[in-house]
């Protein structure tokens, strides 16, 4: 087993087992967190019962959902490989209703999850959480406010905020996220395709072939998203008591955003993230990394045995936190330090040293535009103070 200490070890994000190299991996890793196929599993005890494959009772389902407790699903974002879900999800069945956290990226993946729901249970779905409002996470919301059982769409003030702004516009989405970005990835991938020789393996192309379709399939349905905000909001804490079952929402500080919920069973030791944590760097640039290391040591305090993050695989070791907030820390101080000696944002960038987190950090360092919001993002936090 790798140690998460050592900074070389294979992250989140690394895109080893993913058949794409480049910018199209990165951005389609980030996406839809591929790399997890090395992990897939590899949280799971031994005695925990299989996963429900939602495809194999409807073809037209892209998820695989894995019982972690009685009635607590995880919907892992590499899903089938049909539709590109991009984050994480969380299905929660509780005695007469359910809540799930996190929505997806479009409303086609929300569907596909709404449907992978019907496949174990057909109690109504009336919670939908949102741990944040980043297009990954919040986007497929237009989908749950559409059903009959009258869903409440939860989420921090903040983040209801954000999304009643134009979040289609905001530099994050336009960078990462919006059709414009993705068209340039399945671009890419076409030439890849085109590049192959005749001798290709089969699996090479066929994969490659795949990918395409679901980027293509994505990008038709990024022009149908209506930004749906939270109509219920909370600033630092909601319990739900549902039958016996008691659901925490948790804003544990400010971080990955202004307005992160943590979502968490007590009983069940169990915790949804976000991307406040995962076993990879956060995008920091929408984000308070000069807070984000004690938001994280809140997260530490709550007793969990499993984090289900956002992206990548289930984390069982709290070790990871203390690893996370290391690197946060690191970052952090040299762009405190570049901007205390009148450096420019781009001198910053040339200055910044994160060798060792290569792998762990390989959204950032592999994507200059990614670490120029990020770098950005730290130099508005430093001029505010
Ligand atoms: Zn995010």
């Known amino acids: 087993m790798r140690s998460i200490a050592d900074p070389r070890s294979q992250p989140l994000f690394a895109s080893g ?38 495809a194999a009772a409807d073809q037209t389902v892209g998820h695989v959902l894995e019982e972690i407790a009685p009635g607590v699903y995880f919907a892992d974002a590499a899903g089938t490989g049909e ?12 005695r007469d209703d359910v809540l799930v956290v996190d929505s997806h990226i ?4 929300a569907d596909s ?21 980043h ?6 919301n237009q989908s749950f406010s559409g059903l009959a059982s009258d869903v409440q769409i939860v989420g921090h003030e903040y983040t209801r ?7 289609l516009a905001e530099p994050t ?37 795949a990918q395409l379709v679901m980027l293509r399939r994505h990008i038709e349905a990024l022009a149908e998203v209506v930004p749906t905000p939270p109509n219920l909001t909370l600033l630092d804490k909601l319990t ?9 929402l948790l804003h544990l500080g400010r971080g990955h955003t202004g307005g992160d919920v943590v979502v968490y069973l007590p009983a069940e030791k169990i915790a949804f993230t976000g991307d406040l944590f995962y076993a990879g760097a956060p995008y920091l640039g929408d984000g308070f990394a000069d807070e984000f290391v004690d938001t994280l040591g809140r997260l530490a305090e709550l007793d969990v045995d499993v984090f289900v993050p956002g992206h990548g695989p289930l984390v069982r070791d709290k070790a990871q936190i203390a690893f996370n907030q290391e690197y946060l820390r690191k970052y952090w101080r040299q762009v405190s330090d570049s901007h205390a000696a009148g450096r420019s944002v781009e001198e910053a960038i040339a200055e910044l040293d994160l060798s060792g987190y290569e792998e762990f950090a390989a959204f950032q360092t592999n994507m200059p535009a990614v670490l120029e919001l990020e770098v950005r993002r730290m130099y508005e936090l430093l001029e505010l103070r």
Do not use: W
């Open 106 to 109: 479009t409303a086609d993946a």
């Open 17 to 54: 087992s993913c058949s794409l190299t480049g910018f199209a991996a990165l951005v389609l890793v980030l996406l839809s967190a591929c790399a997890t196929s090395d992990d897939q599993g590899a949280g799971r005890s031994d005695d925990a019962p299989p996963a429900v494959s939602a």
């Open 113 to 133: 999850l709404i449907r992978a729901v019907r496949t174990i249970t057909d109690k109504p779905i009336r919670y939908l959480v949102n741990s944040h409002f």
């Open 135 to 140: 297009f990954d996470h919040a986007h497929g």
């Open 83 to 94: 539709i590109l879900l991009a984050s994480n999800a969380m299905v929660v069945v509780n």
């Open 240 to 248: 739900l008591h549902r039958g016996d079952r008691e659901i925490q």
């Open 161 to 167: 905020e954000r999304m009643l702004t134009d979040v």
């Open 173 to 209: 989405y336009q960078t990462i996220g919006a059709p414009a970005a993705q068209e340039g990835i399945a671009m890419q991938l076409e030439r890849q395709i085109d590049a192959l020789d005749a001798e290709a393996d089969a699996e090479t192309r066929s994969s490659l072939q």
